[in-house]
């Protein structure tokens, strides 16, 4: 699968590296991910409070559902985050950068006023064309 990143011109990078502006993509198959929410393997709400950490945990769930389909985090078109605060916003990004690293997906960051549990801080839903 070829995947490459689209931006703008110099000085119109996407702030803090933690997108692409746009990702072109030639495959044949496209893995459409459900928002991953921060529950572990037992179903317990992982790092309470904590939006880094609840971050993690559904990127977490996310590269288990793109791995069972044959991808990998690294194929990831775009990603959309919810979160239910603005502040979560450095958090999330610096575990943006732990999955994504230089290469990251385009990107929506929507701050909203709740998640489907009130202990839930981050959901995240992806597009992922497949190899």
Not at 75 to 104: M, Q, Y
């Amino acid at each position: 699968m070829k995947r490459s990143i689209v931006n703008q011109p110099a000085g119109m990078a996407p702030p803090g590296g933690h997108y692409s502006h746009g990702v072109i993509v030639e495959a044949g198959r496209t893995l459409y991910v459900a928002g991953q929410v921060p529950l572990d393997e037992n179903g317990n709400v992982a790092s309470p409070g904590d939006a880094g950490g609840q971050t993690r945990q559904a990127l977490e769930n996310m590269r288990r559902v793109v791995e069972e389909a044959g991808g990998n985090m690294s194929d990831i078109a775009k990603t959309t985050f919810f979160v239910t605060s603005l502040d979560a916003r450095g958090p999330v990004g610096e575990a943006r950068k732990e999955f994504f690293g230089d290469d990251p997906p385009a990107n929506t960051f929507l701050v909203i006023s709740s998640l489907a549990n009130p202990e839930f801080l981050v959901e995240i839903e992806a597009i992922v064309p497949l190899p």
